[in-house]
Nanobody, 113 residues
Framework: VQLQASGGGLVQPGGSLRLSCSVSGLSLEMLPIAWFRQAPGKEREGVSCTSFMDGSTAYAGSVKGRFTISRDLAKNTVYLQMNSLKPEDTAVYYC???????WGQGTQVTVSS
């Protein structure tokens, strides 16, 4: 199983970004996928986890209402739509399986004016 994250960049506070996680080796229907992030000097934290097997989705309190996780089964890709971004959202974002067995490389998100 391989995961590849993309879509990071520099955005102003209040702006939006959409991250993509392309998955190969197994269908999304079989894999609960999560987004994690790690800011400089801070521990890694879970942002969102979704299971397409049972339709469940969970978000960290700090992003609830601003971030949305979604999928495209035809492309075997998971997205993280990030709206109303704040400077404290600045971090390297990683996609992984919710059980953290498989990880993609990170993509940098910087929120700054």
């Amino acid at each position: 199983v391989q995961l590849q994250a993309s879509g990071g960049g520099l955005v102003q506070p209040g702006g939006s970004l959409r991250l993509s996680c392309s998955v190969s080796g197994l269908s999304l229907e079989m894999l609960p996928i999560a987004w994690f992030r790690q800011a400089p000097g801070k521990e890694r934290e879970g942002v969102s986890c979704t299971s397409f097997m049972d339709g469940s989705t969970a978000y960290a309190g700090s992003v609830k209402g601003r971030f949305t996780i979604s999928r495209d089964l035809a492309k075997n890709t998971v997205y993280l739509q990030m709206n109303s971004l704040k400077p404290e959202d600045t971090a390297v974002y990683y996609c992984a399986t919710c059980t953290m067995d498989y990880w993609g490389q990170g993509t940098q998100v910087t929120v700054s004016s």
